[in-house]
């Protein structure tokens, strides 16, 4: 069956359901209030790093498949499905900020063609597919919770090759046309209420998290008895019940999604009438993680970075996208900058300017004068980068590696101290 379909928000969500659903043979137009992103768009141009995400985006516009407007009511008047793919961030309390969807909800009800569906995407509250049906006010119109699980760096194959599709809906025919945009794709299908999809999104990004805030915390325990965290999580992992991912030390997750999401669980629960005090721990642990991070560099220096100067590998807040929102990298260099220390970063996917970092054209630029280097992202090239001429331009042969992603030997070689997480 093919749809027509709107997709309005233009970001890493948008642009990937937009671009793939196009692929999969329906008409699909993206909408978004951003005129520049919707021109840049029209283009064939992407305005973030993802892996594949360009190739679609133009195979789109070539076939006619793929559209991009400014004009979202406009759009909305000739589509029988229109998936909300807008911000939900933290607000001040805690809370998921709806005021993005109920805006795109207020903009596009009047105009939606009689009996369409509003497929939320958008990562949103227990409670707010009602919330949308009541801004909406057309009876005629149902909306479906299908939470999106796509990882930033992969969120093609993600979207494509999911391990699940989770449809939310009271109304089981709405629920059958939702799934049946996605025939093409093999996944197993979760068919059920919206509350619970809605709370199977934020289990999910509460459990990764949990995940690894408990690795940071066996990290550190790996510190005090004279363990190896790797040979530890290796161990581990081989537990199907445990399993290897999401099981790597670092500094502390971060990006768009975790921070805000396990906040937001943390008062869900509290209006349920539920304290979630393990949730609550496992930001405790990720904000010590942190600063667990920043002692390390500091010890590295001899005990204080003020007026010295650190090389930052690393500035997105995981590899293989350039997303900075809520980056854990981010957060230890300002909080080095705060003591008085000079940063100069480097990373392979994000550019310069950045409010009061110093961004530099190579890895090696960013080690020029360094007295210490400090790894915070997990780029793969980093390994293979040539350590006697980091050696060459920093003034003090000092390595915190907050991701374990160079290899000890080979730096140690080169006179290098190195200090790891966890071992
Ligand atoms: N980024 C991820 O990895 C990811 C994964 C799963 C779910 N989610 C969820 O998906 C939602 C979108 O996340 P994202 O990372 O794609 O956001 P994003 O910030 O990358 O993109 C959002 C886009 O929406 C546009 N927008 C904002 N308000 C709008 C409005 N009123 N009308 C039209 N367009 C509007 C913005 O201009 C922007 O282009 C969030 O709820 C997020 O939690 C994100």
New binding site residues.
């Given amino acids: 069956m093919m749809a027509d379909i709107l997709v ?9 359901t937009a671009a793939c659903l196009a692929h999969l043979g329906h008409r699909v137009v993206g ?4 005129e520049r ?1 919707v021109e840049q768009l029209s283009r064939g141009e992407i ?2 790093v993802e892996d594949g995400l360009e190739e679609l985006v133009r195979e789109g516009l070539a076939s006619g498949n793929l559209r991009f407007t400014t004009d ?1 009511a406009g759009a909305a008047a000739s589509c029988e499905f229109a998936y909300l ?4 961030p933290q607000s001040p309390d805690g809370r ?1 900020d709806l ?3 109920e ?2 909800a207020r ?1 596009i009800g009047p105009a939606l063609p009689l009996d369409s569906i509003v497929v939320n ?4 509250p227990v409670g707010s597919t009602r919330v949308v049906e009541r801004v909406l006010e057309r009876g005629d119109v149902s909306v479906v919770s299908n ?6 760096g992969s ?1 093609v194959h993600d979207f494509l090759h999911p391990e699940r599709i989770v449809i939310g809906s009271d109304d089981q025919s709405a629920a059958i046309r939702v799934a049946s945009l996605y025939i093409g794709i093999a996944s197993p299908h979760i068919v059920t209420d919206p509350a619970s999809a809605e709370t199977i ?1 934020y289990a999910s990004n509460a459990f990764l998290a949990t995940k690894v805030s408990f690795v940071n915390a066996i990290a550190a325990v790996c510190e005090g008895v004279g363990a190896d965290v790797n040979d530890v999580v290796l161990g581990m992992g081989y537990d199907p019940r445990i399993g290897h991912q999401f099981l790597r030390p670092g500094p502390g997750w971060g ?3 975790l921070p ?2 396990t906040h937001a669980l943390v008062r869900i629960a509290e209006d349920g009438g539920y304290q979630f005090d393990l949730l609550k721990g496992v930001i405790t642990v990720n904000e010590q993680q942190l600063e667990r991070i920043v002692t390390k560099v500091i010890e590295a220096v001899g005990g204080d970075v003020d007026g010295r100067v650190v090389a930052a590998w690393g500035l997105a807040f995981k590899a293989r996208t350039d ?1 900075i ?1 809520d980056s854990p990298a981010i957060d230890v260099i300002r909080r080095l900058i705060a003591r008085g220390a000079t940063v100069k970063a480097y990373d392979p996917a994000v550019r310069g300017p950045l409010d009061g970092i110093e961004v530099c054209e190579d890895a090696y630029a960013a080690c020029e004068g360094a007295e210490v280097l400090v790894v915070l992202t997990e780029w793969d090239e980093f390994r293979w980068l040539d350590f006697d001429k980091v050696a060459d331009a920093m003034k003090q042969l000092a390595i915190v590696d907050s991701r374990n992603v160079l290899d000890r030997t080979t730096v140690a070689r080169r006179g290098f101290t190195h200090r790891g997480i966890g071992r």
């Fill in positions: 309005v928000g233009t970001g890493y969500v948008g642009i990937t909408a978004d209030i951003d992103r305005p973030i979202r793919c807008v911000p939900t998921a005021s993005h969807i805006d795109v903009t995407k958008s990562t949103v939470p999106e699980f796509l990882r930033e969120a999104k990006g768009s999604c805000k999401d997303d929102r």
